[in-house]
């Protein structure tokens, strides 16, 4: 039995697949990032947020204050994500995920985020 996708059991599960994975510590290096997420879903908005400072990262369920990005998607672009059937450039590029704030900043991330499926992908996950 996996941890329900968006839940708070998720979040600390991918929160520790990353800031244990190498590739994405290496990745995610000196650069800093406050990235707000938001999935619309059949019930409503669910929020959480990823913060990286330092090679580690922060993610919760939520909101975080003063985002330097915020990422819109509908729930089935967001699983789509999740399991690494879509990229983020490919979401962003065919209009499926909207960013609003610093898109310099979430360009600067690329490298790191490219990690996130490697780090997470023995998270048993129920979508």
């Known amino acids: 039995m996996g941890v329900k996708y968006l839940s708070e059991e998720w979040a600390t ?3 520790d697949a990353l800031n244990s994975h190498e590739g994405f510590k290496n ?3 000196s650069q800093t990032a406050k990235i707000q997420n938001v999935v619309t879903t059949t019930d409503g908005e669910s929020k959480y947020y990823i913060k990286i400072e330092g090679g580690q990262v922060e993610l919760k369920t939520g909101e975080i204050d003063a ?3 915020t990422i819109t998607q509908d729930y089935d672009t967001a699983v789509a ?3 690494g059937e879509l990229t ?3 979401a962003y590029m065919s209009g ?3 960013i ?3 898109l310099m900043k979430m360009m600067a991330l690329q490298g790191a985020l490219s990690q996130v ?3 997470t992908s023995s998270i048993e996950v129920e979508y």
């Open 13 to 15: 599960a991918v929160q």
């Open 27 to 29: 990745a995610a290096g």
């Open 67 to 69: 985002p330097e990005a």
């Open 81 to 83: 994500l999740s399991k």
């Open 88 to 90: 983020g450039t490919a």
């Open 96 to 98: 499926k995920i909207k």
């Open 100 to 102: 609003a704030g610093d």
């Open 117 to 119: 499926n490697a780090a």
